[in-house]
């Protein structure tokens, strides 16, 4: 069974930082493109970033222009895990952060697979 479970969330003041972590199994996260998603209350889930292979990182034009130079993706191909490091984090960066995996990044949200539950980030003011 394949399984992407993030974690790493949680309440920051603005300006702060978190690292969110996806650990995989049941797949290499290095034959795939393991996306970030995230999804603020009322709102729809939107792109954040995307690795895949040796590519620099993807960032979706839903989000991207927000996050880009904040948000940087990583993967450790030895624990099978990859990463979101969030950097000077805003009140609007507030929403649950789900990674999940494709064949590639410039696929649909409809064909990412494995989501999980996600993890809450909270960005207080």
């Known amino acids: 069974e394949v399984q992407l479970q993030a974690s790493g969330g949680g309440l920051v003041q603005a300006g702060g930082s978190l690292r969110l972590s996806c650990a995989a199994s049941?797949?290499?996260?290095?034959?795939?493109?393991i996306g970030w998603f995230r999804q603020a209350p009322g709102k729809e889930r939107e792109g954040v970033s995307c690795i895949y292979g040796s590519d620099a990182n993807t960032y979706y034009t839903d989000s991207g222009d927000s996050v880009k130079g904040r948000f940087t993706m990583s993967r450790d191909d030895a624990k099978n895990t990859v990463y979101l490091q969030m950097n000077n984090l805003k009140v609007q960066d507030t929403a649950v952060y789900y990674c999940a995996a494709s064949a590639g990044c410039i696929s649909p949200l409809s064909q990412f697979r494995s989501w999980g539950q996600g993890t809450l980030v909270t960005v207080s003011s």
């Open positions: 049941g797949l290499t996260v290095a034959d795939y493109a």
